[in-house]
């Protein structure tokens, strides 16, 4: 999907343009519509649009500087100027800043501008696939180079160390232990793996940009630092330095890996949690620190987010413990259920977390707690023809085994405790059809992601088109509106219950686009995200 920003002070235009050009369907998203020149310029900065269409005559900045300020910015974007100029010398102005098409407002059709747009768009696929040719072949040697690397490191500590100084000698070559350098060793994992993975459709493709953000951060940080990819959801960073009395190293590497992590979350959408070892001053001692790291589960589950950690885990509880629990806890998330207020859900479901936390409880069993918790839940569910019971303890399984922190495990039950909340109240108060309250269950489960009336039509083995009417007839809106009001919805409970910022939570609900999710809350809930948290 390329993105388009349209600038013309002539609202009508704007309108009609907007309107009556089917950008979806053609390839496009509509990313802004300006009516002036300077505003047009400062979402550009935000986010740079692979076309833009532009009137010449507007206040503030005309489109001729807007155009030039965007080509130096991006110099592939395409250019369609709008003017109600005729006069040659706006034309040769145009020409010079490279300009693809100049159209007079006065004969404007939408379907002339269309014709336009395809024609950028068969231009734009074109370099992209050479680009992504390119990028291919360098990907493969990288690829070499990293999987060589990689194979190194985890024979290192995997197998005996036979030969500590031969071993020294060839990580020379990957810049560790020069002449009195020490190694200080960090493991770091990628937050909401499962997400993260759905979202870049393969390990492989995740792992290459992973790889990619990181090399080429680290060659602008101090002190100097080696990136191993331990597998796709792990990092190895080796810090090399010369201790000293002045020297913090600590400090330092805390630093970079703070930078670290708003990088991943600028450019990949990706957080990120480190623990820091001990420094070694040698081969076998440096073994010895990568092998707790790696082996440390039980320090990772207890890793909050976006922590960087240091230290000796929680005291581990007894599983014993944790399910002498069990009653009270279901007892009360049952209660909180029942009186159908999310609010109450998600402040006992936090409670009880917090309660684990402090526990230090073994991670499978924590696991098998939550799992027990959902799954008794969904039987009662059941019994209101609520929850189908094809909905298997193998799905919930598999997603809770690909779970490896504790806050994360919280926001999965958290999100399964608010779906079927919200699923009995719908449930019971609107249709009585077992179509739409499977709809429902499944909207309230797949939030974070984009849910479309196709699939939901095919998942109930309906043509969509008749669960389009009987959906709107049985509750009186259609799918789409009924979608878009529960990520409203769940939006205003993560800007009432959390920290996550604005562009967090559009990406927590599935949206690509900022600025349509701030226009559709607003629609929604008639304020911005900012003025509603505020």
Known sequence: ??????????????????????????????????????????????????????????????????????????????????????????????????VQEYLLKDALDPGELVKVLLKFKEGLDAERQTDWEQTRMRHLVNETKELRKEKFFRGFIQQPLLSADQWAQEAIAYGLFGAGEHCLPVIGYIENYARVRARFSSEQTLRFAVDNVMDELLAELTPFALHVGYDARRSMLLFAFKPGIKTNIYDQVKSCLGQIQSAMRRVLKIGMAFIVGEPADAPKRLKHELGGLVGGTYRRFYLQEGEIARGPAPVSGSPDDLFALYDRAGAEIREALMGKERPDVARIAGKWMGIVWRGGYPAESVKDWILKLVLDLKLKLHALLVVRSDDSADMLHKEIADIDSLWELGRWLEE?????????????SGSKRLEVAEAYRYVSSNLGRRISLEEVAELLHLNASYFSRFFKKETGATFIEYVTKQKMERAKE????TGHSVGEICELLGYDNQSYFIKTFKAHAGVTPAEYRG
């Open 494 to 497: 993560l800007l009432d219950q």
């Open 1 to 98: 999907m390329y993105k388009v920003l349209l600038a013309d002070d002539d609202y009508p235009v704007l309108e009609l343009l907007a309107e009556a050009i089917d950008w979806e369907g053609l390839g496009f998203v509509l990313s802004g519509t300006y009516e002036n020149g300077a505003i047009a310029w400062e979402h550009a900065q935000r986010e740079m649009p692979d076309i833009l269409i532009t009137d010449i005559g507007m206040p503030k900045m005309d489109g001729l500087e807007l155009s030039s300020r965007v080509k130096e910015a991006r110099p592939s974007v395409r250019i369609a100027i709008l003017s109600c100029h005729s006069e040659f010398q706006y034309a040769q102005q145009a020409m010079r800043l490279n």
């Open 416 to 428: 399964h405790l608010l779906s079927f909340t919200a699923a009995r109240g719908e449930g019971a």
